[in-house]
């Protein structure tokens, strides 16, 4: 085809491996608030705690007199800790066209707006393959803000790879956001819970499986 990429980045949750069931992560948040010392937060904190903005996050800790940094802390801990044992218990998986990334000789590398510890859980108790960078965010305020569709992690994990026209194969808006943040080609994986999903911005590619991706490069 002519693109000669000279590297190709991967988000992970729904794209190397299955997405964390939400239920699990609800369970996490609530554990985090008992690790605060609320035993009852509201349902809208905790659906909000799945997903926040700093700005969420400092007025949930505002309503129960908490500083937002242990707050978050503690949430990123219930996270992690719960995303390893779906991982251990195989509930957490790679997808099966996963293993067509081998034949790629390609530099790769992971940016996921998932946590950078669960990122190298995933690495080492799955067999999704090798890579030569991988990104996920700090567990810190500061990681909040540098989620995409911010490219910051992206530009980091691009960077590391000293690539100039490296592919980032994606499935949700936020990841063709931050494809396009740093003008580069993306592709966008159309799995099963994405099956209605509209895209505001169209990607380079639209593909169904990873098996798709060798042919891309």
Do not use: C
Not at 115 to 133: A, K, M, P, S
Not at 134 to 153: D, S, V
Request: hydrophobic share 35%.
């Amino acid at each position: 085809m002519g693109t000669a990429y000279d590297a190709v980045l991967f988000d992970n949750d729904g794209v190397l491996t299955t997405p964390t069931d939400r239920t699990v992560l609800v369970d996490a948040m609530r554990e985090a608030f008992r690790d605060v010392g609320i035993s009852e937060p509201t349902d809208d904190h905790v659906q909000t705690l799945v997903r926040p903005t700093v700005s969420s996050l400092r007025q949930i800790a505002t309503d129960h007199g908490l500083e937002p940094e242990r707050l978050w802390r503690e949430r990123e801990r219930a996270a992690i800790d719960a995303q390893l044992e779906q991982l251990k218990s195989g509930q957490k998986r790679p997808y099966p066209d996963a293993s067509a990334l081998a034949a790629i000789e390609t530099p790769t590398g992971i940016v996921s707006n998932n946590q950078h510890e669960t990122i190298e859980n995933i690495l080492e108790y799955t067999d999704v393959g090798g890579f030569d960078v991988w990104y996920g965010r700090e567990p810190t305020l500061r990681g909040i803000e540098r989620k995409k569709p911010r490219p910051y992690y992206l530009e980091q994990a691009i960077a590391e790879l000293d690539a100039s026209k490296p592919l980032y194969v994606g499935d949700s808006q936020v990841d063709v956001e931050a494809a396009n943040a740093l003008g580069i080609d993306a592709a966008f994986v159309r799995r099963d819970h994405r099956l209605d999903y509209a895209l505001s911005n169209d990607p380079t590619y639209e593909i169904e499986s990873l098996e798709a991706v060798p042919e891309l490069l």
